[in-house]
Each structure stands twice: as C-alpha cells, then as structure tokens.
C-alpha cells in the first residue's frame, strides 16, 4: 500500500516538473523572438537614416553637406562697388594730376584765400569767372586762366591783373606786387597775357609780345 502512495506522489512532482519545464521553454522562445524583432526594428531605423535622400548622413553616419551650386564663387555687389570706387579713385588722382600740370583746376599749389577773395569781392564778374586757379609762388601772384593765348592785354587779361593787384595790397599788404595772369594751357604752356612787376610798375600791360 505504501508503495503506491509513493508511486503516485513520484508520479505527480514529475508531472509538475515536466509543466515548469514547458513554461520555461516557451517564456525562452518568447525572449528570443522579442530580441530578435527588437534587433530587426533597429536596423531598419539605421538604415533609412543612411539612405535618406538629400540626407544629411553618410554611410559613416556623420552628415554631408549638399555639393554648391557653382564650385567658383560670384562677384557680390559689394565687390563690384569695389571695383567701381578704385577706378573712381583712379580717375579723379588722374584728374587731379592733369590740373596740377595744365592749371586747368584747383590742386594742391591752389591758393585758397585768393580764390575765396575773388570770388565774393567780385561775384558774377565776367574775368573772375575765366579764372581756372590762382597760385602764390614766392611773392608772386599767378592767375591761370581759360583765355587763349591770343588774349594778351586784352580786358579781362587787363581787369584780372589789376584784381590781383588790389588783392595783394590791400588783403595781404604787399608793398611790391607781382602779378602774372596766365594763358590756358598749350604748346608754349600758360603764356603770360598781362602782369605788374614791383612796386614801380603801374600798369598792367605787356610791352611784348606787341598786342595785336
């Protein structure tokens, strides 16, 4: 009797054992097939970042930058205004150099004070308004002109000399003037087309050449 009863209760621990070793074989499988999907969700995340178009990642997983549109850069406007103010700047030191030479303009050697005199003494005079530059070399006054070279004690060549005279007594208090009014600029340079010379010369007129 008691052979049995061991028996049977031999009979039902196997068969308890044999269930948990079911449950614990399924729950592996589980596992698996978790981890194994789990590896598969992953991989298909990395691989449509690296085949991203446009994608902003390479196969080395670090981002690429789109290629330029043009490998060699364009000039910007700012470069361009550049380039416009050198040549600009250019021209006016040209100018500048022309004037200097032809007395054609103001330039360094201009003599600021006369002109300014000139100018507001004598506004809208006809002579004054001939006048391309004055310049004060030494003690003498020279006024350049835009008269031709034919103009040689002519009015204006005359009215302008004894202009400079009247500044050069009376604004500066020279006692002994000189005053050239000078040409326009050609072959011979700026010819002189009338003068005074010191203090004992009281007209404005060229003896030579003999006015026309």
Not at 44 to 64: D, E, M, Q
Request: aromatic share 4%.
């Amino acid at each position: 009797m008691r052979q049995r009863v061991n028996r049977g209760k031999s009979l039902a621990r196997s068969r308890r054992g044999g269930h948990r070793r079911r449950k614990a074989r399924r729950t592996r499988v589980l596992e698996v097939f978790a981890g194994l999907a789990a590896i598969v969700v992953a991989a298909v995340a990395i691989g449509g970042v690296f085949v991203r178009p446009g994608g902003g990642a390479s196969a080395s997983g670090v981002p690429t930058l789109a290629p330029s549109v043009a490998g060699v850069p364009s000039a910007t406007p700012d470069t361009a205004g550049k380039g416009s103010g050198v040549e600009a700047a250019s021209t006016g030191a040209k100018k500048a150099r022309g004037a200097a030479k032809t007395a054609s303009g103001p330039s360094k050697h201009t003599d600021a004070k006369a002109m300014s005199y000139f100018k507001k003494r004598w506004v809208g005079d006809k002579a004054v308004k001939r006048i391309t530059d004055i310049r004060t070399i030494g003690k003498y006054l020279r006024i350049y002109t835009n008269l031709p070279e034919s103009a040689h004690n002519s009015r204006s060549a005359i009215d302008l000399c004894k202009r400079g005279l009247e500044y050069l007594v009376q604004e500066v208090g020279d006692e002994h003037p000189v005053v050239f009014v000078q040409a326009e600029f050609g072959q011979n340079g700026n010819p002189v087309l009338a003068n005074i010379l010191g203090g004992g010369d009281d007209s404005c007129r060229l003896t030579h050449p003999a006015p026309n």
